[in-house]
Every structure is written in C-alpha cells, then in structure tokens.
C-alpha cells in the first residue's frame, strides 16, 4: 500500500523540576541550600529512513512523545536528561503544522534530519537563588512543558520528470517502454491509484528518474477523483512530459486536453503552472486525423512549448524524445521547490514580550516571559514573592501597570493566579 499523507500528536518531553533542599550533615552547623536542577526534557528529531519508501507505518501509531527530564534532588545532584526522540520518515517527506499548515521541515536528501519540537527546559534548584540576604530559599522553578504539536506528513516523490495528461493517454505505457518499472496497463479510463517511479538510462550514460503522476483531471485542483492527493507529486519535478493522446480514436480533443489539464496545474500552483513543459503527442501509430495533431502543434508553438510525436505502444519516436529530455534536464538546476520559513526559536534568554489588558474589572497579564516567571514561583513561600516582584519590576510590568492606573485593591492575573495590587 502506498500512504503519502498522514497527521499525527507528536510532544517533546517536559523538563524536570528543580529540588528544593537543605544541606544537612553532621558537625556543619549551618548547611545552605543545595537543590539540584531538574534535567531537559527530549526534543523531537525527524530523520531520513533510506530503507522506507511510505508512511504506511504512521497509518497504525499516530501519537509520539518523547521523555521527560528527571527532578532534581538534594546535594546538588541534577536530574537525568530525557532521551531524544528519533522519528525515521521517507525521504521526500514534508512537515507541515497541521494547524498553521507552516512548512517546518522538508526532509529530501540522504541522512538529513530535522529538530522539530523543542524539549522544555529544566527548571533551577533552590541553590541557583542563595544571596547574601537570601541565604535559605524555599523555593525552585518547575520545568518548562516541551513542544507539542499536530503534524501533517506529506512525502511527495523525488523524480526529475514528471509525466501529467489525462487517463488511458499513454503514460503507464511510456512508462514501462522507458524504464523497469511494471505499472499496471489496460484499456480503462480509470485513472492509476499511486505513483509510479522509474529510472532511465540513456545510451550515453545518463540516467534520470521518471514519475507517471496519476488522478489529474478536470477538477482535481479543487479535490475532484485522486487529483489533489497526488498533484502534491508534481511539485518535486524539474520537467514535466505532457502526455497528450492525438489518436483521435476515443473522440477526445488534443487542445482542449491541453488547456485543461494546465488550467488544474495553475489553480494548484502559479509556480507549478510555469514549469518546463514539453508536449508529448502519443498514439500517433493509430492517429485517424492528421489535424488534430496540426491543431496540438499550433498551440506548442502559441506557448513556445516544443512537441514530440511518438507511440509509447511501438516505441516509435521514444528514443529521440528520451535523448533530448536528458539534454534538457542538465540546463534545469535542482532549485530548494520547497519555501521554508525561519522558525523562531526560544534562547536561554526569556522573551520579553508580554501584554497587558484590563478584562472585567482585572489586569490580565499574558506573554511568555511573565508566564515563565511566574512558575518559578511558590505561592506560599514570601522570599519566592520577592523574587516574582523584583522580575516584575526588571520586565516593566509594574511600571506599566502604574500607567494604566492600577490603585490599591485592584486585581492583577497572571495565569490562572489572581494577586492583590499593593503599592
């Protein structure tokens, strides 16, 4: 079975908490503090598999996470680090946010492999926060949650040449002409239901890979039949061979084959629509009307397209054809067809962007770096207060709130925390 589109959980672990601890020895009068730090929690790598070629796996296991770090403990022992998370893919394989639908990675070269979610860090252990005026914190930060995220998996194949044209046109039969591969091939206009790959060798040398690409029909763009579960696969190709069937046999017109089938590249993609394109006139041994094969070259040339006529069935022509899309082929560079965004990822620096909006009579703290400080906090504990207050005060967020004209009495919530203001 062939599976190229999947979604799946995938979390990276959390990190440990820091300890909260007293040193406590015989003869030591007075033993400070000495929590250790929680470890980091495992990140979530996806890796190239090069003995996979589908991600049927993904169709029975759709939930991924990787290990949490350990809690820290007393005498300044850390906790253990969670394992990295390794997940092997195809190559050829994208990762999409299946929300977003944001590109985070595109995995398309041999042992490449991608850092997806980050892993939460550990949190300090009361050792971190002894001062000469603190000398015994009660206090110690949680770990931060890892990542998480719903994934889409796309592997769109990796061919040079992708063959596009309408069912029973001749494409399975180039195909096999052309290449090893064995796709099914019978007289039906049903369309073929996966890919095909294939690799030729020219008598010079060169080799190639080819894709006949199924399920393209009028309507595809829009999800018509298989259309737009495999147009995904053109976007890989360096050039495509537009199998056009010029027979006349089965009553179709070549033109209007033409025109729609690059219609439902063009509402796929505007890059996609301006590929190299060349038009390959099949079935010529049995072509009943020399015009329509006039009325197909007179388009190639409007388009400054070239064209080829050929019978993928007698072979006839194929070679010449064959030589030239291996010509072709070496003035066509291997451009990144993927666009990936840079990602912004979080340093051992807090983000200092917060918000501050004033939400049924409460001052409603949000953003990163105040949530962070404020699960570094223990509630209950004053010299943990004094220590949220200095942050606040380091961030701006107390003097902001003056700003705004926060009195005495006012409610200020800061996650699911709600504090008194006292000037």
């Known amino acids: 079975m062939f599976t190229d589109y999947v979604k799946i959980y995938a979390k990276a672990g959390n990190g440990g908490n820091g300890a909260i601890s007293f040193r406590r020895e015989k003869y030591v009068a007075a033993g400070g503090p000495d929590g250790g730090d929680g470890g980091r929690g495992g990140n979530v790598y996806f890796e190239v598999d090069p003995d996979s070629n589908t991600l049927i796996d993904f169709r029975y296991r759709k939930k991924f996470k990787a290990e949490s770090g350990k809690n820290g403990e007393g005498g300044h022992r850390f906790g253990k680090s969670g394992e990295d998370l390794y997940i092997k893919v195809p190559i050829g394989t994208i990762v999409r946010d299946a929300n977003t639908k944001e590109i985070l990675a595109d995995l398309s070269e041999p042992g490449q492999k991608a850092l997806i979610l980050k892993g939460g860090r550990g949190g300090k252990g009361n050792a971190h926060f002894a001062t000469s005026t603190r000398q015994a914190p009660r206090f110690a930060q949680d770990g931060e949650n890892g990542e998480e995220r719903e994934l889409i998996l796309e592997l769109k194949l990796l061919a040079d040449v992708g063959l596009i044209g309408f069912p029973n046109v001749g494409k399975s039969t180039f195909l096999s002409m052309t290449t090893s591969a064995t796709p099914k091939i019978a007289d039906y206009h049903f369309t073929t239901l996966q890919p095909n790959l294939g690799v030729v060798k020219t008598d010079y040398g060169d080799s190639f890979v080819i894709a006949d690409i199924p399920g393209i029909i009028e309507g595809a763009s829009e999800g018509t039949g298989l259309g737009l579960q495999f147009l995904r696969h053109i976007e890989r190709t360096r050039l495509l061979l537009h199998v056009i069937d010029v027979s006349g046999s089965e009553g179709r017109n070549p033109v209007e084959d033409f025109y729609t089938i690059n219609n439902e590249l063009k509402n796929y993609s505007e890059k996609l629509s301006k590929r190299k394109q060349i038009i390959v006139a099949n079935k010529i041994d049995i072509m009943q009307d020399e015009s329509l094969y006039k009325e197909l070259e007179k388009v190639a040339k409007e388009n400054n397209m ?118």
């Open 306 to 423: 070239e064209i080829f006529k050929i019978s993928a069935a007698t072979n006839t022509g194929v070679s010449e054809l064959i030589k030239h899309v291996a010509e072709v082929l070496k003035t066509l560079p291997k451009e990144n067809l993927v666009e990936i965004k840079d990602r912004k990822v979080y340093t051992l620096k807090d983000d200092d962007e917060y918000t501050i909006e004033k939400e049924d009579g409460m001052f409603v703290i949000k953003g990163e770096a105040v949530e962070r400080v404020m699960r570094r906090v223990n509630i209950a504990d004053n010299e943990s207060l004094y220590y949220f207050q200095r942050s606040l005060d380091e961030l701006g967020v107390n003097q902001k709130l003056k700003e705004m004209g926060i009195k005495d009495g006012d409610i200020v919530k800061i996650c699911d925390y709600e504090l008194e203001w006292e000037d």
